[in-house]
């Protein structure tokens, strides 16, 4: 066994990092109990018995709050029915705190994540992934949950597969962890054609049906973060917290082997620092000096940036994960290093002092604040016996004079949509956005001429890929057009031209050709990353040729991504020819 099997398997075995207190700090007292910098607020959105157990959360086009509540875990069933729930919450005022609640599915089985869209609601249900189809929008099912994807391991323990979320370009994203490999498919699907997968993240198309493995690697990614770029990054439990996700690589893991055994060289975390002293992990936690200034331990779970218009500028663009040993939420400062990107640790955003603090998840809220989500228990993950199914809080965070835009975008025509598009809370942009992808062929001509003259004659970089994203969702990213864009002067441009091009035309040698004769050229590191990702999509016969390109950049010697793609791009075609 290896040194990290062994420990691994050690950390199994130590007392879990139980709570000092034999109950959690009451909920009438614990708003006080965290620690906030100034001019931000904390409200105890919803707590027990109205929520227990949150391991999800989404927020819909209304702003309400979807929660799942998980009574499953540890004891993953293999019954059809279960007793794990998806509640709405509401709150009319905005005073942070709900004034409605609903119970939408109450029947569901070791539920993990959740997205909503498309007519309903997404749902991780090990070993499915399930949809319960909601059209009419009255939040009563329409009818069962339609099964979508199974094969997902129920031996996986706490690293079942997790947190939905919509990627940019349309397709609905989520994590795996290490402890199983999952064999996944559509139902029916024999085992040889179905896609393997233990730790790394993985995407499936609504309308398409279609499965993907996005990246292998990482360890116990919980967690998904997107930023205004449409850069992707993962919290990770164990080893470093924080990957930055490019379609085709291959990442650290704590232990065993990725799966081709030729990939020899594995891309690592992008933080330059850890949350804890190092060390054996049995001296974790808030309570221990030597980790609380590093950031209170090596357990992470839920990630977002924060992409509001609430909180002061320094925070735009911050990524934020919960720390669950240092009952905190971590910072980091995302900077642009080379084709990616360094994770600088910065001050934490909060703390709370309460030993049954057990975060899971952290997401925007539509005015600009955050929902913090907190488990409530005794122990943690590794604690399967003495399991406390009644507790269970969520917070609302927000900076200064809190307001509430009481709004439903799904009532909005299609150009007010498209004009939400320049909204300075992402929030608002994202479910505009993915409202006009759900309409798809019914959103009106006027309102694609205003997106096409936002992408050409736009002067701000994240209102035009969100142009960008729009318009390929819709279906409008044709061969002409994309060549237009694979010469824009915008690198941001350029480089998601690249990925959606290739999803949207398939098989395309003209395509191909194009990109071969970008590559040379192409004087950005950020697009030859994406460049070097797309070899693992372009057809063989012109793959060698696209690797020559992009090999010719020796500035690219040392970066941290490129040479790896373009290994991981070239190798099948290695082992096929080797002279």
Avoid at 81 to 94: M, N, P, Q
Avoid at 209 to 224: D, L, M, R, S, Y
Avoid at 227 to 253: S, T, W
Wanted: hydrophobic letters at 40%; charged letters at 25%.
């Amino acid at each position: 066994m290896s040194l990290a099997r062994i420990c691994f398997c050690l950390a199994l075995s130590w007392p879990v990092f139980g709570a000092d207190a034999p109950a959690p700090v009451p909920l009438d007292r614990v708003v006080s109990e965290i620690n906030l910098p100034p001019g931000f607020h904390a409200a105890l959105y919803a707590g027990e018995p109205h929520v227990v157990q949150p391991i999800a959360m989404a927020t819909d086009a209304r702003g309400r709050l979807w929660v799942v509540e998980c009574l499953s875990y540890p004891e993953w069933t293999k019954e059809q029915g279960g007793r794990d729930r998806v509640t709405i919450f509401e709150d009319r005022d905005g005073d942070g705190r709900f004034d409605e609640r609903k119970v939408f599915f109450e029947r569901g089985r070791n539920l993990s994540g959740i997205a909503l869209g498309f007519g309903g609601v997404w749902l991780c249900s090990t070993p499915e992934l399930i949809f319960i189809p909601d059209a009419d929008g009255n939040d009563v099912p329409d009818g069962e949950p339609q099964v979508l994807l199974d094969g997902w391991s129920l031996e996986i323990q706490h690293n079942v597969f997790n947190s939905l979320n919509w990627g940019p370009d349309g397709w609905l994203y989520g994590c795996h962890g290490i402890l199983k490999t999952s064999l996944v498919g559509a139902p029916g699907t024999p085992e040889a054609q179905r896609v393997p997968i233990n730790c790394g993240v993985w995407r499936y198309h609504p309308t398409r049906k279609v499965f993907e493995v996005v990246a292998h690697g990482t360890t116990n990614p919980w967690g998904i973060a997107i930023d205004e770029l449409g850069q992707m990054f993962v919290a990770n439990c164990v080893i470093k917290h924080l990957f930055h996700v490019m379609p085709g690589a291959r990442y650290e893991r704590m232990f065993g082997d990725d799966f081709n055994p030729y990939a020899f060289q594995l891309i690592p975390s992008i933080a330059d620092h850890i949350h804890w002293a190092g060390g054996f992990w049995d001296t974790e936690g808030a309570e221990h000096p030597q980790n609380d200034a590093f950031g209170g331990g090596h357990a992470h779970s839920g990630a977002m940036i924060y992409s509001g218009d609430m909180f002061p500028r320094q925070y735009r663009g911050r990524f934020l994960t919960v720390n669950i040993h240092g009952r905190r939420v971590n910072q980091d400062r995302l900077e642009r290093q080379g084709s990616g990107y360094v994770a600088r640790h910065a001050e934490d955003l909060l703390r709370i002092n309460d030993s049954w603090f057990r975060g899971v998840s952290v997401i925007p809220a539509q005015d600009g604040g955050i929902f913090v989500s907190d488990w409530s228990d005794a122990g943690e993950c590794h604690d399967y016996e003495d399991i406390h199914r009644d507790n269970g809080r969520i917070y609302k965070i927000t900076h200064g004079n809190s307001r509430f835009p009481a709004f439903d975008l799904r009532r909005q025509s299609d150009t007010d949509l498209v004009r939400n598009l320049a909204d300075q809370n992402d929030w608002v942009a994202t479910q505009s956005r993915m409202i006009l992808q759900e309409r798809g062929r019914e959103v009106s001509k006027e309102a694609r001429v205003v997106l096409e003259g936002i992408l050409q004659r736009g002067a701000d970089t994240r209102h035009r890929l969100r142009a960008l994203w729009t318009l390929h969702a819709l279906g409008e990213l044709t061969h002409d057009r994309a060549v237009r864009w694979l010469a824009d002067p915008d690198e941001y441009i350029r480089a998601w031209t690249v990925q959606l091009a290739l999803e949207a035309s398939g098989e395309n040698a003209a395509l191909n050709s194009e990109l071969a004769k970008l590559a040379p050229a192409e004087p950005s590191a950020f697009v030859r990353r994406y460049l070097s990702s797309a070899l693992q999509r372009v057809q063989a016969a012109d793959r060698f040729r696209l690797a020559a390109g992009l090999a010719g950049h020796p500035e690219d010697a040392r970066d941290q991504n490129i040479p790896l793609l373009i290994w991981y791009g070239i190798e099948p075609l290695v082992s096929e020819d080797e002279a």
